[in-house]
């Protein structure tokens, strides 16, 4: 047998014996499963129908969850930031090199007071 194959076997017998029942609840486990969350930091899955309902970890681990998830949305609110920035800076560079509004009407042979005289006469469908 394979040294990889074994590794997944393994991981794959962990992840089993972490599926209990919420039964398990009902049947006097519960304070074996909580001492095992706390004292090993084992993370448990709960099933109910057979399907996965809710996860069972430690207080620490909850706790570092929320701490990563906080700085992860830090994270990703400085990288919006940036994005917008970058955006920004860029339509900064583009306004030296674009024309105010006068000159291009100018440039079709038009006047602003003939645009806005004829504006009223315009039906947007």
Do not use: C, H, W
């Not at 940036?82 to 024309?99: C, D, H, P, V």
């Amino acid at each position: 047998m394979k040294a990889g194959q074994n590794i997944m076997d393994n991981e794959i017998l962990n992840f089993t014996e972490r599926l209990i029942p919420i039964s398990d609840f009902s049947k006097g486990k519960t304070s074996r499963i909580f001492d095992d969350v706390k004292n090993n930091n084992t993370e448990y899955i709960v099933l109910k129908n057979n399907q996965p309902t809710a996860m069972v970890i430690s207080l620490d681990s909850y706790r570092e969850l929320v701490e990563k998830a906080s700085k992860m949305e830090t994270l990703l609110d400085k990288i919006e930031e940036i994005r917008l920035f970058n955006i920004a800076s860029a339509r900064s560079e583009k306004a030296e090199k674009t024309k105010d509004f006068e000159d291009v009407i100018s440039e079709f042979g038009f006047t602003k007071e003939e645009i806005f005289e004829d504006m009223d006469d315009v039906e947007i469908e």
